[in-house]
């Protein structure tokens, strides 16, 4: 007999769940979902290519109102739920109670929002759903936006709205942008980068109060008296994981939602994934944890050992057209060297922090290619001593000469990851393309597949793999009507349809 499984939450987290029961044993649960927001599960991520108009809303949804019909899953969306009757075991929503035998806690994280005076007006809005993106794709020629934040969700509404042909002003409070991913060069590189766009960028800028006429916002202004006028104000200067329904219920909270190694919380038979989840005094607000959260939790209701294990990660962005990767910890402390590349004629800049005889930190910016090779070594532990040389240069240099490129990746392990979001390794895909599920037809690649529409910045490596196997005869024929060369790996995944993926 089925349990009944409720799901607070129709987030990234909650979905991927889904699809792993749906996947391991379909038949275990009756499920049903609740969201606040008036809609399924969406990629979050690919929010910003939908604001700078190079993506629909609908090709960034995971799951459709189809998908969910065809899996037999109850939608409660648009409905917020007000309570959880754990001595009960119901959910209680705005238009009734749901009885549940095991319930997922995955409601998120809430915007933060600076209380300066003002921060009510009309026009003063956060950047997190799919409404608050859709408020900003209005600004265009001759709207004046102010950002508050320089980290990688304002740079983003920046430059989606600046794309838009909105007068875009950045306001940051530190003295260079994204200064959790990027060391002080990095990020004056990308202060020009923003620029060269039209948009304004003003660091170590304190925020005082925010003007208002009549209801509206009209300016920002800082603690120096400089007025900034604008008819938005966007704040994205942070993430806290949403509580709330868990502490009103009594479970034990903290920052976060405590959970422990299986994702279960203070109650057995209530589980929590993603941002709003705390585990051994860590919160998350990256994807690949919470896809990790999201198996062992699916584990733990099918009654299989699973455990959640916190991971050393690599951050691999594109910000407003520009590639940055940072890894590790590129601090400046006594006792470490750094080994430095500039070229400033093509935008590239590469910085490794080396500590004895290993790699600890690396931040690079224009050219990422080597990224998850730095990042093996980083996370490894190997000892850099006998390429220290030619270390910065990659590893189609290690050996005193520059060989293939796709020589690395030929040369890659198969424990080598390839998408830390998704959990996909070069050796699963290379069993994939072995066992001929290389045609995009009814035979698709699932790893790939789900690494491709959330993790865009894949394409690279998984189009350099395909190449590598195409060149050692490992595919045949024709892939998609695509030649079996090497620019055959790039071209097939630059025409690959996906929007009919069974998980994204």
Known sequence: ?????????????????????????????????????????YNRIMLSPVLSGDKTYEEIVTHSDDWYKENAVTCRFGEK????????????????????????????????????PG?????VIAYRDLEDTQRMMTMTKGNRVVVIGGGLLGLEAAAGMAARGAEVTVVHIMGHLMERQLDEAAGYLLKKSLEAKGITVRLSANSKQILGADGRVRALQLEDGTELPCDLLVMAVGIRPNTA?????????????????????????????????????????????LYDQARVAAQTLLGQEAAFVQKTLSTKLKVTGCDLFSAGDFAGVEGREDIVYRDPARGVYKRLVIEGDRLVGCVMYGDTADGNWFFGLIRDRTSIEEMRDTLIFGPAYQGGAQSDPLSAVAALPPEAENCGCNGIFK???????????????????????????G???????????????MADGIIRGQIADYPVTQEGGRSLLDGAALSNRSAA
């Open 81 to 116: 739920v007000l309570r959880i009757d754990r001595q009960a075991k119901q959910v209680e929503g705005e238009k009734g109670r749901v009885a549940y035998d095991k319930l997922i806690v995955a409601g998120g994280s809430t915007p933060f929002i600076i209380p300066l």
């Open 455 to 469: 993790c865009p910045r894949r394409a690279g490596p998984l189009s350099d793999l395909l190449s590598v196997a």
């Open 119 to 123: 921060h009510d007006l009309e026009g």
């Open 1 to 41: 007999m089925k349990q009944k499984l409720v799901i607070i939450g129709a987030g990234m987290a909650s979905g991927r769940v889904i699809e792993h029961l749906l996947e391991t044993c379909p038949e275990a649960y009756d499920i049903t979902v609740f969201n606040a927001e008036p809609r399924g599960n």
């Open 245 to 289: 329904l868990a502490k009103d219920a009594g479970l034990a909270v903290g920052r976060g939602v405590h959970v422990d190694d299986k994702m279960v919380t203070s109650d057995g038979d209530v589980l929590a994934v993603g941002e709003c989840v705390e585990h051994d005094g860590a919160i998350f607000g990256l994807v690949a944890p």
């Open 427 to 453: 050796g699963t895909i290379v069993q994939e393309i072995e066992g001929g599920q290389m045609r995009w037809g009814a035979w698709r690649p699932h790893q790939v597949e789900r690494a491709l529409p």
